[in-house]
Nanobody, 126 residues
Framework: QVQLVESGGGLVQAGDSLRLSCTAS????????MAWFRQAPGKEREFVAA????????YYTDSVRGRFTISRENGKSSVYLQMNSLNAEDTAVYYC???????????????????WGQGTQVTVSS
């Protein structure tokens, strides 16, 4: 019932910034956790960041904490990932994910999420 579409990926140089967007439709996003995952070539899809609750509680994986910022639109129809100080290790396909829940608990596993976008490619050179 929920459709997610990512955008904003591209090719950048190390040290640059990029902002990813995820637009949701089909169902209200009240009581939903929103998250970003990424998958590098030859590797498993991994958790990047999540945001839950009306207060915007966030959580980040260690490798991006301090560089990436997840946020959401006022109406919760969109979620964003601001990526700063990018490096080559950030190269991956980035996926937006959603999970309906009634609490403010953070989930970080791929299998926890049941709505996914198609992914957007982020490539960081040098």
């Amino acid at each position: 019932q929920v459709q997610l579409v990512e955008s904003g990926g591209g090719l950048v140089q190390a040290g640059d910034s990029l902002r990813l967007s995820c637009t949701a439709s089909g169902r209200t996003f009240s009581q939903y956790a929103m998250a970003w995952f990424r998958q590098a070539p030859g590797k498993e899809r991994e958790f990047v960041a999540a945001i839950v609750c009306s207060t915007g509680i966030t959580y980040y994986t260690d490798s991006v904490r301090g560089r990436f910022t997840i946020s959401r639109e006022n109406g919760k129809s969109s979620v964003y990932l601001q990526m700063n100080s990018l490096n080559a290790e950030d190269t991956a396909v980035y996926y937006c994910a959603a999970l309906e829940l009634l609490t403010c608990r953070i989930y970080t596993r791929v299998r926890d999420y049941n709505y996914w976008g198609q992914g957007t490619q982020v490539t960081v050179s040098s």
